[in-house]
């Protein structure tokens, strides 16, 4: 059920905005103040056509056909062959909640105005968001310049009564999917083919996602790398403020400061120099390293963010200025590089994370039992989730290798550098997955390994071990772990576990969220 409604105008949408509708828990219409963008602009359309004017994609070919002049009469059969030309995409389709965020962005970036379309094209868009219509997009023919032209003409195709579409449960032809949403097929107009897929819309959901899901993820790595410092009875004194204020990293000093909060109240933690000195780095480094992670992650925020409300069209529209600028604003490169970089950031939570599941199933290195079972030799305890988490680690680094640093000519030569943004972002969202499994391994060692300690544990970490235990029991004998890590994970990838954990911190200390 749709809970409210976004207007949108091409200037305001937010992260939140975008996951709300992405998730179908807000319904959205074109604001008025974008109507009145869009007629100015398409009505300077209309003048350069009734003008003869010689502008790229109205009265021109595509591409290398850009010196190629076409015939006023034939402006909408050009439209609708460069849909149906370049949806030529191959792969796993994209997922619904993808699909829907690159209907909303490009629907926000032509409410700008800038791209002389009419408003019923974007009507049309908002119409399949709101009924829950899902072009099917496959996932892979996209370079990142000229923007995800293949994925756009894909999610484009069902608007004309063309292509394929999910909706309630079912595969659809698009034209089926219209007569059934009573929606007349779309008869596209001078420019409007070329405006609705030069665009960046398939990097930016896949990464407004992706931070979305990156926010979620460094919040539970602090909780569960909290669990493991109790478990292994870690000295906290490494997260004293003094020493974190004296390099003056932001992520870090936070970092730091939320450790102090998710173990304030537990016994179960070593004062230096009582048994050892210091921790290994995985335990001791965990806010220079969870904290370089997270100011990663607000830089792509920073990125993601602006890319939500921009004009990626080419060419763009000023009537006020009466100028028609061709550019560039269709090419990747700011998401790709951020995106890559972020991916970089969130593999790095997964390899300290296994090293600490290292250093919990290790008795020689935890003092616990091998592999935490009491019954070693006869059952092998969680000994093969460590093996798994290595696994998801080591794929990860081939993964986080940077699509943007390639670039291959197309369009004969006319194109000559792309981003390959797309390569970026569809392979964040693999790190992503495989960051939630090796945190949820870790989170099943680290409440099983609480099961042994003698001391009370703080009040944050006790919480997100009931919550665990409320779907995963105490390892007693030997069963099929795959199950209890899927568990895990979906508290992490849910966003159960950082909510439960800081509403209980909000609930005892009577103070914000954690």
């Known amino acids: ?36 963008k869009m007629n100015r602009s398409r009505a300077m359309v209309e003048s350069l056509l009734q003008d003869q004017k010689t502008v790229y994609g109205v009265t021109t070919g595509f591409g290398k056909f850009s010196d190629t002049i076409i015939d006023p009469s034939q402006t ?9 030309s370049h949806a030529c995409g191959i792969g796993k389709p994209l997922e619904d909640e993808t699909v829907r965020g690159m209907m909303l962005l490009r629907a926000n970036a032509l409410a700008k105005g800038y791209s002389g379309v009419r408003t019923s094209v974007v009507t049309m868009l908002l119409h399949f968001l709101n009924l829950g219509i899902h072009p099917v997009i496959p996932s892979q023919g996209s ?21 394929e579409v999910r909706w309630q449960g079912k595969l659809l032809s698009g034209k089926q999917a219209l007569q059934q949403a009573g929606l007349a097929p779309l008869s596209l107009q001078a420019k409007e083919g070329l405006a609705l897929i030069n665009g960046t819309q398939m990097m930016a959901s896949l990464g407004a996602r992706s931070v979305l899901d990156a926010d979620r993820l460094i919040l539970a790595a602090d909780i569960i790398a909290a669990m493991t410092m109790e478990a292994l009875g870690g000295i906290a004194h490494a997260f004293h403020p003094l020493l974190h204020e004296a390099r003056g990293q932001i992520g870090q000093t936070e970092t730091a400061s939320r450790m102090r909060t998710l173990l304030k109240g537990s016994q179960g933690l070593t004062r230096p120099g009582e048994k050892r000195v210091q921790d290994a780095y995985s335990l001791r480094c965990i806010p220079q390293v969870h904290g370089a992670s ?4 607000r830089y792509v925020r920073r990125v993601v963010e602006r890319e939500l409300n921009a004009a990626t069209d080419n060419p763009l529209l000023f009537p006020e200025e009466g100028e028609v600028i061709s550019g560039g604003n269709f090419h990747g490169q700011p998401l790709a590089l951020a995106t890559d970089f972020l991916a970089i950031a969130l593999s790095e939570l997964a390899n300290i994370s296994e090293r600490r599941t290292e250093r919990l199933v290790n008795p020689q290195l935890s003092g616990l039992p091998p592999f935490l079972t009491k019954k070693g030799g006869l059952h092998s305890g969680y000994m093969i989730l460590q093996y798994v988490a290595a696994s998801l680690v080591s794929e990860n680094k081939t993964l986080c290798h940077p699509a943007s640093v390639d670039s291959i000519p197309s369009s004969a030569n006319q194109e000559d550098h792309v981003s390959m943004g797309a390569i970026s972002t569809r392979k964040l969202r693999q790190v992503i997955d495989n960051v939630t499994r090796v945190l949820a391994v870790e989170y099943v060692c680290a409440a099983q390994a609480l099961e042994y300690s003698e001391y009370r544990t703080a009040p944050a970490t006790a919480a997100a071990h009931h919550l665990l235990r409320q779907t995963v029991p105490p390892l007693t004998e030997d069963r099929p772990g795959y199950v209890e890590v899927e568990q895990a994970a979906e508290l992490i990838r849910s966003g159960w576990l950082t909510d439960e954990v800081s509403k209980e911190w909000a609930t005892r200390e009577g103070s914000d969220p954690i």
């Open 1 to 36: 059920m749709n809970h409210r409604e976004i207007a949108i105008d091409g200037e305001h949408l937010t992260l939140r905005d975008f996951e709300n509708i992405v998730h179908g828990q807000a319904s959205v219409y074109l604001a008025p103040t974008a109507r009145e």
């Open 76 to 84: 909408s059969v050009l439209q609708k062959n460069l849909i149906r």
């Open 143 to 163: 370079l990142g310049a000229s923007g995800d032209l293949a994925p756009l003409a894909h999610m484009i195709l069902p608007l004309l009564g063309e292509g």
């Open 294 to 297: 997270l100011d990663a992650c």
